[in-house]
């Protein structure tokens, strides 16, 4: 999964956490962070639990905020793992007990995407970059789990249109190219394919506040063991 946020100024990150990258938009440049395979952890997991593909967030769903106290750092792939760029540290799954079921796994795995996303926000907003909106695209942009970001993230979440993101990203500019409309009317298309704005559950976000602080400390603690075991 890419987090991209817009910026008319190419913006550098001291701390070396964020690519940038041209905008394919004229005058615009990406700010960047990506978490690697959150779509395969979500497949891998759904396979595991022999679920079909693309019900992960329905059997998310009926467990609560929190995972009854289970908590998963979504390492599965390596690589940059969002702000973190450590391709050493493990996934983990963490506090299970025998009273868990499937569902707070799931839960627990999405939840800590979640999490990373909003690590990946917070280092934005230390290179006090605004980020207005969040726009979720491709296969993660469902609503329970745009419901469950915009909880955790404390703001809303949109979901872009429906069909896959990149081939609308196309047309659009090869509309530009050819002249069909400006690069403002084309961010316009883009804006009215937007949903409307999810709001987090009140519940659920002040809910989110208090295990994001753990999660923190679990990740720093899992991410200490990195390179155990063979590879």
Do not use: N
Request: glycine share 12%; proline share 7%.
């Amino acid at each position: 999964t890419s987090m991209v946020v817009t910026t008319s100024q190419p913006l550098l990150d001291p701390g070396g956490r964020v690519l940038l990258t041209p905008h394919a938009l004229s005058g615009l440049w990406g700010s960047e962070m990506d978490l690697m395979a959150t779509g395969s952890s979500v497949r891998w997991l759904e396979g595991l639990l022999s679920h079909p593909p693309g019900t992960l967030d329905t059997l998310a769903a009926q467990s609560v905020p929190g995972a009854h106290g289970l908590l998963a750092c979504p390492y599965l792939a390596g690589g940059e793992q969002g702000a973190l760029w450590d391709d050493r540290a493990p996934a983990a799954f963490l506090g299970l007990r025998l009273h868990h079921k499937p569902a707070d796994l799931a839960r627990a795995l999405l939840e800590g995407i979640a999490f990373e996303s909003r690590r990946c926000l917070r280092v934005w907003s230390d290179m006090t970059v605004p980020v207005d909106e969040v726009v979720l695209s491709g296969g993660m942009a469902r609503p329970f789990f745009a419901a469950l970001l915009a909880a955790v993230l404390g703001q809303p979440v949109r979901i872009a249109a429906a069909g896959p993101s990149s081939a609308v990203g196309a047309a659009l500019l090869a509309g530009i190219g050819t002249g069909i409309w400006s690069q403002e009317q084309a961010i316009e298309i883009a804006r009215r394919g937007l949903g409307a704005p999810m709001v987090g559950d009140p519940d659920a976000t002040a809910r989110y506040q208090e295990l994001y602080a753990g999660y923190e400390r679990a990740s720093a603690a899992i991410r200490g063991l990195g390179g155990i075991g063979p590879s």
